[in-house]
């Protein structure tokens, strides 16, 4: 996208571990010359960036991010996405792999550490087991730690990293120098279970978080994959080709067959067909399309044919146009900020300065034993500040809280959308397939003189119609008999006609009526006014001289629109409800379900543009939808809501999904939010006022007063221990109550 020469281009980023890397990468792109602003999405692992392209470029850009110790990919092309998510996928099974194996080598080291010590040779066994997991299985953490060393900076991997490496090397030395320590009085423990161990936890919680983010890229590739691959195109002497749609060009006219995709936006040339237009206007309802009408690509053609001239091309169409909104909705997003690694950018380093801290302090104030006594409280505190619990203080209360909300029937896709729905004070709700059912079923069909025989003939009249609401009167009178109907007619935009018996009958709406002068009953009349007024469509039954009934058809509410609003708008959530459909239907569902606030006849980028204004009052924004025309909007909502009938498109990018399309379930989503946010809150404050309080301790802060210092096997025990009372507090969501 270019605009008053600056470029805004959307790279993948690649060796990202953590949210302190993604501030990283943003911090150095924003210090290159000629870049207007960049943001990462830690999510996504994708840099947005705004630059000039006079003063710089994207290998410069590349250059500046592989300096700070990543990498930017800068040949995209259309099978970049599929390189990206083979690389995604790669890294996924090579974490489980090493997690999987590091919990399996681990076990051995714990059994034999906590009740095996005195076995013979229980340190050598411990050290063949642990070697694996610290160097083999962790060498990821020390190497992203050097890299951070190597760029004057520091995040989990070094802390994780020193505790590790230290407590290895400290072990290995007592294992084969015990005398060292013996002759000065010292017992010489080693510590091989605490840092496997902590290998192996961290490799947890990373695998966790990797598979939470998901695949970001697949909802767009679905969209792209709307657009079919080739088309049809008619030459001037009516010659019939087939192209790729790249090759497609304004004014050309292209052929469409009963269930094909048009490729391109354009208006009919000539023949007429029923289309499937809800991926962009969510209505379920196909539009008739005949001469000089609007077609648009990714929209799937019924039983019709027709042929059409091609205007919008490319990156020109409603459907890539949509594809961009729902990319710029993602890349706008911040990037994911989790507490654990904001800290960490003070707390690792204040963990190792205190460490230095103590050793030195030791040295200089007890000459005679300072060095012991220094290296053990250094060790010490590096083992007892470890991150572990710190690690686990969020998956797990994620994995528990999104185990919480599958059996309800609430899908999660990450951490941040759950810490999100505790913030929503507006939700915005498509209606379609949203608050109603998504299909058109008749309600009322109100007959003059009930009649078998009638209601046969027009069930045989619908049936031989390819007009949608055909089909709900159809299923209606599905239980009946057939009767034979010969010289069936459709008549454009007013209904059908047939002969049965030697009688012709019409089904249609008033304009039909009219047309052939059938005498209307006043009591029909009146029924016909109701439902109107009811905002049903109308569809009359006559024979040749009068009507025999009257039929109302609509989009039901589901049963759980109205007590779910309820619920929404006692708990402080402002409602609205956004449509395709016109204002008098959107009135009479908004009234139904009790929205005072409603929008009818909004077009997809609308829905979008709704949410920005609502965003720019200071309001949290949760989007619920179940259509490809809902997936911008989706996007653009601070938290994104599928239900699970809708489209597959939709349930990507949305960060939560309604397996059961029970409105009820988003009260429950937010209140289960609230539940989990405060665990990892809990999680997290245990956590580091362990800290708090094992690190003084760690370095020998008692020591002067009562002469008190505590044990690296200790440490490692509180810091077990506190990874234990993290899990067993979020284990205890299990227990609430969501609905």
């Not at 099974?93 to 051995?108: D, F, G």
Request: proline content about 4%; glycine content about 8%; aromatic content about 8%.
């Amino acid at each position: 996208m270019k605009n008053n020469g600056v470029t805004q281009q959307t790279f993948p980023v690649m060796e990202m571990s953590c949210a302190a890397c993604a501030a990283r990468v943003e911090k150095v792109l924003n210090a290159q010359e000629g870049v207007l602003k960049a943001g990462i999405n830690y999510a996504a692992a994708t840099a947005t960036v705004e630059f000039d392209p006079a003063e710089t470029s994207p290998e410069q850009l590349r250059k500046v991010v592989q300096d700070a110790g990543y990498d930017l990919l800068i040949d995209l092309d259309e099978d970049t996405p599929d390189e990206v998510e083979q690389a995604h996928l790669e890294k996924y099974n090579t974490l489980k792999k090493r997690t999987i194996w590091a919990v399996i080598l681990s076990l051995p080291v714990v059994v034999v550490g906590m009740f095996l010590m005195d076995m013979p040779y229980a340190n050598e066994g411990m050290w063949l087991f642990a070697t694996p997991v610290v160097f083999w299985l962790g060498r990821d953490f020390f190497i992203h730690a050097w890299k951070q060393l190597q760029h004057g900076s520091a995040n989990m991997d070094t802390l994780v990293a020193l505790s590790t490496g230290i407590a290895y090397l400290f072990s290995l030395f007592n294992l084969f120098f015990p005398d060292f320590w013996l002759s000065r009085g010292v017992h010489p423990h080693v510590y091989f279970e605490a840092a496997s161990v902590i290998i192996a936890f961290i490799l947890l919680g990373r695998l966790l978080e990797e598979k939470a983010k998901g695949n970001t890229s697949s909802a767009i590739k679905k969209l792209m994959g709307l657009q079919p691959k080739t088309v049809t195109v008619v030459d001037d002497w009516g010659d019939q080709k087939e192209l790729p749609v790249n090759r497609v060009r304004p004014g050309d006219l292209l052929l469409v067959r009963p269930g094909e995709k048009i490729a391109v936006d354009g208006r009919v040339d000539d023949g007429s067909s029923y289309v499937d237009e809800s991926m962009l206007s969510g209505e379920p309802v196909p539009v008739r399309k005949e001469k000089d009408d609007r077609v648009f690509a990714g929209t799937i053609n019924q039983k019709g044919s027709f042929r059409f001239k091609a205007e919008k091309v490319g990156a020109e169409t409603m459907l890539a146009q949509i594809i961009r909104l729902v990319q710029d909705a993602q890349g706008s997003k911040a990037p994911v900020q989790k507490l654990v690694d904001r800290i960490a950018a003070v707390f690792v380093p204040v963990i190792i300065g205190i460490a230095v801290f103590s050793f030195v302090v030791w040295l200089l104030f007890d000459p005679a034993d300072g060095f012991t006594h220094g290296l053990l409280a250094m060790v010490t505190v590096l083992v007892i500040a470890c991150p572990c619990a710190l690690g686990l203080a969020t998956p797990t209360a994620i994995m528990v809280g999104m185990g919480k909300g599958a059996e309800r029937g609430i899908l999660v896709k990450d951490a941040e959308s759950l810490e999100t729905a505790r913030k929503v004070n507006a939700i915005v709700l498509d209606k379609t397939g949203t608050l109603t059912v998504g299909k058109p079923i008749v309600t009322d069909l109100i007959w003059l003189d009930a009649n078998d025989r009638a209601a046969n003939i027009l069930l045989s009249l619908e049936k031989k119609s390819e007009h949608p609401l055909a089909e709900a009167v159809v299923n209606y009178l599905d239980d009946r008999a057939e009767a034979p109907v010969d010289d069936f007619q459709s008549l454009t935009g007013k209904g059908i006609k047939g002969r049965s018996e030697g009688l012709t009958y019409y089904a249609g709406n008033r304009k039909l009526m009219e047309e052939y002068a059938i005498t209307l009953d006043p009591l029909l009349q009146a029924e016909a006014e109701r439902l109107s007024a009811e905002a049903k469509t109308v569809i009359w039954f006559a024979d040749e001289s009068q009507a025999l009934a009257v039929a109302g058809i609509t989009d039901t509410l589901k049963d759980s629109s109205v007590r779910a609003i309820a619920q929404l708008r006692s708990s402080g959530i402002e409602v609205y409800m956004l449509t395709g459909d016109n204002d008098a239907t959107a009135r009479v569902v908004a009234a139904q379900a009790g929205i005072e606030n409603y929008k009818a006849e909004v077009l997809p980028d609308e829905k979008a543009l709704f949410i920005k204004q609502l965003q720019a009052t200071g309001k949290t924004v949760a989007m619920v939808g179940d259509g490809i025309n809902d997936s911008a909007a989706l996007a653009q909502a601070d938290l994104s809501i599928a239900m699970g009938k809708g489209s597959d498109i939709a349930m990507d990018v949305a960060k939560m999904t309604i397996v059961s399309s029970d409105l009820t379930k988003i009260p429950e989503a937010m209140r289960l939010s609230k539940l989990t946010v405060r665990t990892i809150r809990q999680n997290l404050f245990w956590a580091f006022i362990y800290n708090l309080i094992g690190v003084p301790i760690a370095a020998g802060i008692l020591y002067p007063f009562n002469g008190f210092l505590l044990n690296p096997m200790i440490a490692g025990a509180a810091m077990a221990l506190s990874s234990v009372s993290v899990v067993t507090n979020s284990l205890r969501l299990k227990a609430k109550k969501i609905g």
